[in-house]
């Protein structure tokens, strides 16, 4: 089941009365929708404030979404017309340019799209960056390619167990290996304090 | 977070939660994850540990966001809905409350008062109406009773008018207006049952019924608040057929005493 196929079911689940599912999708979006919202606000708890704002109107919107985009894209456009009204209602001028969620994904280089954060958080950042490049570069071969297989290439399970000549059960093995090896190595960096301002 | 919190993750849990995060765990099993995710703390941090690992593989922007606030969303959401539930109907026994309330108190003296005005009304009406061939208003006798009165048309006088004097209902009379229904009934004011009627007789002609009819009921309705005449001024009737200059040289005489 892809992302996509995934979101559409939760929300079919929140439509239906299952507010378990909309716990899912805030904990699977929450950090994603932070930094959407940081491009616009500096300020970390004015973002956790706008956040929240953010999926309670997703929430209260969420019987009129039919899936005819991707549940990610709906809920960035929320996130930003969300802070953009908030920073109006502050009296701050909100940006006058806009990207699409895709592109704003990955658009790290203009100023408006910049996530101006604290440096301490800004440090934080690179350094799980760096930690995470780190650990996948150490990892086993079989376990390095079943990770990258995934999160880079977008895989399912059954294309990696194709692609690897192994078993299902074996790729879903491998991935969370590779997975808990990253794990182990973040932990001290995000259970500190620094990540709690 | 303790150390102990986190050790009690079994790697079972885990692997499926690595699973689920790639949409591949039968629906049995995601629904027990969920159940026990939201519940779970020390599993919840590591979701959000391998999810941002995840989007640093992915090259995905991401803030850290802290766990409370899917709890915190959740608590809003929760009290957002739980006022409509438990309050609407607090609120809406509160407004029928408030309802019955102004209805028993305010509702019996707005009647009570639109009786008596319609029945005022009607009683102008019936005496406005009275067939020219037994009587007419030519005109209000205009002498005043007080210095300060002004003269005054009929017409005029049958309409609420600024310069009219306020007339104060005695307890007394305002219990015997509420219990008569016709002018015929109503008892004549004393003091002015003193005097003679017309007291500046206008025309010898004039019906003596009549006029008493008129008096009384101008006299209700002055006690009533409602009148339609001024309350101190003398009704008289006429034969239609007979036009009276008498009062239009009355009227000249008052107009002039009151300059």
Redesign the interface.
């Known amino acids: 089941m892809g992302e996509n196929e995934l979101d559409l079911e939760l929300v079919k689940r929140v439509q239906s009365g299952d507010k378990t599912a909309f716990d899912v999708l805030v904990r699977k979006y929450q950090h994603r929708i932070g930094a959407v919202i940081g491009r616009f606000v500096h300020d970390y708890a004015e973002s956790q404030d706008i956040a929240q704002e953010t999926f309670i109107r997703a929430y209260r919107a969420l019987n009129n979404f039919r899936g005819d985009a991707q549940f990610y894209t709906w809920l960035y456009r929320i996130a930003v017309n969300t802070a953009k009204n908030h920073l109006v209602s502050m009296k701050r001028r909100p940006p006058t340019s806009d990207v699409d969620a895709d592109d704003a994904e990955h658009f790290d280089g203009a100023y408006r799209m910049h996530d101006s954060d604290t440096p301490e958080h800004e440090l934080l950042r690179e350094e799980i960056a760096r930690t995470v490049s780190e650990v996948v570069a150490e990892l086993p071969e079989e376990l390095r390619q079943a990770i990258t297989l995934r999160e880079m290439e977008g895989l399912s399970y059954e294309e990696i167990s194709e692609t690897m000549d192994c078993p299902i059960g074996t790729v879903r093995s491998r991935i969370f290996r590779a997975r808990e090896a990253i794990d182990l190595r973040l932990r001290p960096l995000m259970d500190s304090e620094r990540v709690r301002p | 977070?303790s150390m102990k919190s986190?050790n009690a993750l079994d790697?079972k849990i885990?692997?499926q939660l690595?699973?689920w995060m790639?949409?591949?765990l039968s629906r049995e099993e995601a629904m027990f994850l969920?159940?026990r995710?939201?519940h779970d703390e020390a599993l919840?941090?590591?979701?959000?540990?391998?999810?941002?690992?995840?989007?640093?593989?992915?090259?995905?922007?991401?803030?850290?966001?802290?766990n409370t606030?899917?709890n915190?969303?959740?608590l809003?959401?929760e009290e957002?809905a739980s006022p409509k539930k438990s309050r609407r109907p607090l609120f809406a026994w509160a407004a029928a409350a408030s309802l019955a309330f102004a209805a028993v108190v305010f509702i019996p003296g707005i009647m009570q008062s639109t009786t008596k005005q319609d029945i005022n009304l009607a009683n102008n009406r019936e005496a406005i109406s009275t067939p020219a061939s037994s009587a007419t208003f030519a005109s209000a006798d205009l002498i005043a009773n007080t210095p300060d009165a002004v003269s005054t048309s009929l017409v005029a006088s049958t309409s609420t008018s600024p310069v009219q004097p306020t007339p104060k209902v005695n307890p007394s009379s305002a219990e015997t207006v509420a219990g008569v229904m016709s002018p015929e009934d109503f008892p004549l004011n004393v003091s002015s049952e003193k005097k003679a009627w017309p007291r500046s007789p206008v025309n010898a002609n004039s019906d003596p019924a009549l006029e008493a009819y008129l008096v009384r009921h101008n006299q209700m309705m002055a006690q009533d608040g409602m009148g339609g005449f001024v309350p101190y001024v003398d009704v008289v009737a006429q034969d239609g057929g007979q036009p009276d200059k008498t009062i239009d040289a009355k009227t000249s005489e008052n107009a002039g005493d009151t300059k």
């Open positions: 977070m986190m790697d885990c692997e690595s699973a790639d949409g591949e969920e159940r995710l939201q919840q941090a590591m979701y959000s540990r391998m999810q941002i690992a995840s989007s640093c593989m992915k090259g995905q922007s991401t803030r850290f966001m802290p606030l899917c915190n969303i959740r809003a959401l957002e």
